[in-house]
């Protein structure tokens, strides 16, 4: 009987990881919509974009909250679904990514102060133009650096998941190994944009190699093994 409460509570376990995963890859489409009011090189249209664009700002700032209460689903929900392959490991993986949720959240603020600083309100008047620009820019740049601090502890954390999977007996290997990799993509991306003055210059193409290519592969496989999958494991012996 015990080991029947046991195996269905990894079952449920993984259902949730897998829906809050999903939640997670779903509405994080639009908490990135913001990004194409950005001109690089151009403060001016780039501020003139977020004060003509206030709401899809707002609608980003929401998905993003959004997704920030799903990674703590997922965190716990991990926690449970790992816990008979190392506790003391599952547990540090899901202080981890609530340490990402928390540094991420910070760095939220600096989005709702740009959403101020566009809002036109009466106090804003003491400020010049140029001030309000840049002013916008230092807060964007703020919540870029609080970003890329935050995923070092999400690539830490999904690094200890991938071991676990690795170790486990009822999830396939390779999901570790993939995940693995992808940890390593996060921390190489987040050094190189904290350490390197000129990352400005092949960002995009940095993210793209190292984040966007190997987090969707790994986590939207293992979100699709979760849902499919998950629910179907054997009892653990």
């Not at 029947?4 to 829906?19: N, P, V, W």
């Not at 008979?84 to 547990?91: D, E, F, G, Q, R």
């Not at 807060?139 to 676990?164: N, P, Q, T």
């Not at 993210?207 to 009892?235: H, M, N, Q, Y």
């Amino acid at each position: 009987m015990a080991n029947a409460i046991a195996d269905m509570s990894l079952r449920k376990a993984a259902l949730i990881a897998g829906l809050g995963y999903l939640i997670v890859f779903v509405i994080g489409v639009p908490a990135t919509l913001w990004e194409g009011l950005v001109v690089q090189g151009d403060v001016a249209a780039t501020a003139s974009n977020f004060i003509a664009n206030d709401l899809l700002l707002r609608i980003s700032i929401v998905s993003w909250l959004v997704v920030l209460v799903a990674d703590v689903v997922v965190a716990w929900a991990l926690y449970i679904f790992l816990k008979p392959v190392n506790k003391s490991l599952s547990l540090l993986a899901a202080w981890f990514r609530l340490v990402f949720v928390a540094i991420f959240g910070v760095s939220l603020l600096n989005l709702f102060m740009v959403l101020q600083l566009s809002s036109g309100s009466d106090y804003l008047s003491v400020f010049g133009v140029g001030q309000l620009q840049a002013h916008m820019m230092l807060f964007l740049g703020a919540f870029d650096y609080g970003v890329e601090i935050s995923w070092v502890f999400f690539g830490l954390h999904i690094f200890i998941i991938g071991y676990l999977i690795f170790k486990s007996r009822y999830i396939p290997r390779i999901f570790g190994i993939l995940l693995i990799v992808a940890s390593i993509g996060y921390q190489i991306n987040s050094f190189a944009n904290i350490l390197l003055p000129n990352v400005a210059n092949y960002e995009t193409t940095l993210f793209i190699v190292t984040v966007a290519v190997p987090a969707i592969i790994s986590e939207l496989l293992l979100t699709l093994w979760l849902l499919l999958r998950g629910r179907k494991i054997p009892e653990l012996k």
